[in-house]
């Protein structure tokens, strides 16, 4: 590998990308998000009718979209677009009462924002990244039962992960009397059995904070608004929605989970110390799915250009596709190993290691001896 040659081509290529973004990527995001809007819009105007998997996947693209834009947004991708409406920066977009217009789910906008912006996105693959999947699936991968029953339970937790994994260990990231950050050292990742346990400060505001509010508006409130069609109205909206909360948790983890599990992608059990080594550690420790169109895209939450992502993550969402193909050369011009297949192959190797079929790379420290002979 050519560890330094990579790294300064990639800040080159950063710096030039950070200069194409413009009011361009505000009419990108604008039109993303009235997809969105128009899925919801058809989902509920339909939802009264009968349970029925169209209206559902429609009520679930809405949400999984706002999550598409919070995702984006949060990690400050739009902060350089010159004059961009307040209300689409990092500074505002889901904070305080503005979660409930801007991005109204399970998980709490500040828990989110350090959990997975900061420590999973500059810890990926290491002991400290909260989302290391084949470390937080240990369990599953020894549980001596037939394969077929570990299947069922990860076709479980795909219909529920937003709720059973992503919102509590997303606010066990925060103290839970101060609401400040907590360090990585600190956090203590929640199980299923410990978000019952209301004796933890923690429990007690996730279910404040988190599933009363989401749970009571979207299973309560939204069924009763259509109350004068009559019961059955409300029967059939409320069958809609849980069925649309089963395919959007689903939709979106075929697309987030594969990212960074995989036989052929690390583990590392040392923290980068240099921006060249970070570099490379965000490339082999990541996976792209196919690019190109954007219903593709849009329907991937712009995650298969996952490598691009990790590497420069305050970037708009149209940046990624236009960079892509250029990070891509860079890796094979200087030894990187860049890893890029379908979604549905890429998440059949994530399946692979956390039902323990097979384990991922580990790498003990990074070559600095190997990398130097190599460039010598």
Known sequence: ????????????????????????DFA????????????ALLGLATA?????PVTAFLLSLGQFTRWLLAHHI?????DRVPGIPARYTSRVFARGWRRYIDWFDWLHPDAWDHEHNILHHYHTGEESDPDLAERNAEFLRQMRVPLWVKYVLMAILACTWKIIYYAPNSLSVLDPVTHRRLHHSRVVAFTIGSALDFRRPTVRRLWVTCYLPYATWHFVAVPLMFLPLGMTAVWCVLGNKLLAEAITNAHAFLVIAPN????????????????EEFYVTQVVGSANYHCGNELTDYLSLWLNYQIEHHLIPDLPMRQYARIQPHVKALCERHGIPYKQESVFRRFGRMLDVVVGRTSMRKLEAFPHQLTAARAG
């Not at 009264?48 to 029925?52: A, F, G, K, L, V």
């Not at 960074?260 to 059990?269: E, I, Q």
């Open 1 to 24: 590998m050519n560890v330094a040659g990579f790294c300064a081509d990639m800040e080159r290529l950063k710096a030039d990308a950070y200069r194409q973004i413009g009011s361009a």
């Open 28 to 39: 990108h995001l604008r039109k993303i998000e009235r997809y969105g809007r128009i899925a």
């Open 48 to 52: 009264w009718t009968i349970p029925n």
């Open 74 to 78: 949060t990690h400050r991708g739009y």
């Open 260 to 275: 960074h599990t995989a036989d052929d992608l690390y583990r590392f059990s040392f923290h980068y110390h240099r921006k």
